[in-house]
């Protein structure tokens, strides 16, 4: 009967300790949330300035403009993007140069935005 207690008491330790592996990481990391991908809108200021300054305007700034190619003005974002070249060097489309050079490739939240603002006519929003 002790033996059987024992028994017990070890199995329902062992199921409380492990009875955590199936619970959401959300809920778990609030913080992992926020960092989740939203597309819901692509906007200029808000979002596609700021990966033009993380990932091209070192080398594509209206001072130094690598290839004629300036990325940190709205004007010419918007000249690259109607011309397609940036959706084609960002995707690694074939055909054009894949940007950023001698890096990887963007995030695919990144890509998935800048995607989307093209896709909805490159606005100044
Ligand atoms: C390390 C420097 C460097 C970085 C960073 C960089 N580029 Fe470039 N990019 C170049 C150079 C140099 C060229 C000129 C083409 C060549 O000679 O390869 C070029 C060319 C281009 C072109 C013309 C492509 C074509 O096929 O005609 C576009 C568009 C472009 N870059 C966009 C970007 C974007 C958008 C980013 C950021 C995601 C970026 N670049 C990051 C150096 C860079």
Redesign the pocket.
């Known amino acids: 009967m002790k033996n059987m207690f024992r028994t017990i008491v070890v199995c329902l330790s062992v199921f409380s300790l492990t009875s955590c592996y199936y619970d959401i990481q959300e809920e778990l990391h609030p913080e992992s949330a926020s960092q989740a991908c939203d597309t819901t809108v692509a906007q200029y200021s808000t979002q596609i300035m700021a ?2 300054q993380n ?6 700034s209206t001072g130094s403009a ?4 300036i ?1 940190d003005t709205y004007q010419e ?1 918007k000249r ?1 993007a109607d011309n397609g ?2 959706v ?3 995707n690694h489309t074939a ?3 894949a ?5 990887p490739k ?1 995030s695919s939240c990144n890509l998935q935005l ?1 995607n989307k603002w093209v896709r909805e006519g490159s606005l100044n929003n």
Do not use: K, Y
Request: hydrophobic share 40%; proline share 3%; net charge positive.
């Open positions: 990966i033009m990932s091209c305007n070192s080398c594509h690598s290839g004629g190619i990325t974002v690259i070249t940036l084609g060097s960002v055909g054009f140069r940007m950023p050079q001698n890096a963007l800048i």
